[in-house]
């Protein structure tokens, strides 16, 4: 016994300070970037998403998804029939709209839903109803 409690200075070396919180910070924006690039899921060969298809070959002429005229005429709250819809999509209007004749009935037919899904349109029987 030399009266020496011993202290033997074990507190090892601390780290110098808490553990990576950088890297951990790097990880969450890694998440949230990998959340934010996930692919949309690819359109099936089968179906198409007629929103997109509008914008991409018919807005360049029926501006702002059809709900506004540009080099073609406003189609939201068109009051044509779906057969006239139809057959100008499909066989456009020479000198004025492509033929889109490559578009198969169904993608056809998922369009005309769209121009219809389109609006507020006012009643089409507005002032008729009893
Ligand atoms: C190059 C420009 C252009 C593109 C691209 C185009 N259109 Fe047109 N579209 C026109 C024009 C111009 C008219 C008016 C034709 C006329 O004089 O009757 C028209 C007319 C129409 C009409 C008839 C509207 C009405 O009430 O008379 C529909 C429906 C239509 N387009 C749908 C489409 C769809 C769907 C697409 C894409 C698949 C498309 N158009 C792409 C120019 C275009």
Redesign the pocket.
Known sequence: MDGRSGRTGERGPRPPFPPRLRGMRGGILALAMAGLMLPAAPAAADHIDPEQ??AN??G???EDGGRRAG???Q?MC?T?SDA??RN??KR??PG???A?GW?DDAAIGE?IAY?RSLGPCPPPDEGTTP
């Open positions: 298809l509008f070959v018919c360049f002429c029926h080099k073609g005429p189609l068109t044509r006239f819809l100008r999509i456009g209007k004025r709209m492509p889109f578009l369009i121009i």
